[in-house]
């Protein structure tokens, strides 16, 4: 396997751990869905939250900073000046995003990393919109993911 598909297959691995977890969050965070501003106030529920939200803000940027632009790489020869909003532009034209997506996913881990804890039901509504795009996010993630195994010869 050559090193691109060495990277790839790397991330792609990374990736899968991630989603892995953010599962096992939204599984603990179940029973307290929709979140509202008092679960700010639960130890075990923001325990499960941190953990939500880290590991979205892992998914969306493993995805942006490794994945989109590695992918990229691989289908166009010369990538060098090419700005991220090509590149996104790029994979909208394979059908692997939708346009806009990714400013989407972009815009909520900023509201729900950039949100002061005073700002409680800002912060809530971040979280639940996260929360929210987490299927779509997983769902654009296998599309690249089968897009790497089949036209870039990536295993595992």
């Known amino acids: 396997m050559n090193e691109l ?33 008092l679960h700010l106030d639960d130890s075990d529920v923001v325990e499960h939250l941190d953990q939500m939200v880290f590991r979205f803000m892992k998914i969306q940027d493993g995805i942006g900073r490794r994945l989109i632009p590695l992918m990229v790489d691989a289908i166009e020869p010369d990538t060098s000046e090419m700005t991220f909003i090509d590149k996104l532009n790029k994979l909208e034209k394979f059908g692997l995003l939708e346009p806009g997506e990714w400013n989407g996913y972009r815009k909520i881990r900023n509201d729900v990393t950039h949100t002061y804890p005073e700002e409680k039901d800002a912060l809530v509504d971040a979280i639940n919109e996260a929360i929210a795009v987490i299927g779509k996010l997983e769902t654009t993630y296998l599309k690249m993911q089968s897009f790497c195994r089949e036209k870039l010869h990536v295993s595992g």
């Open 5 to 37: 598909a060495e990277r790839v297959k790397s991330v792609l691995s990374e990736q899968d751990r991630n989603f892995l977890h953010i599962h096992h969050a939204l599984d603990k965070l179940a029973p307290y869905l929709p979140i509202g501003v």
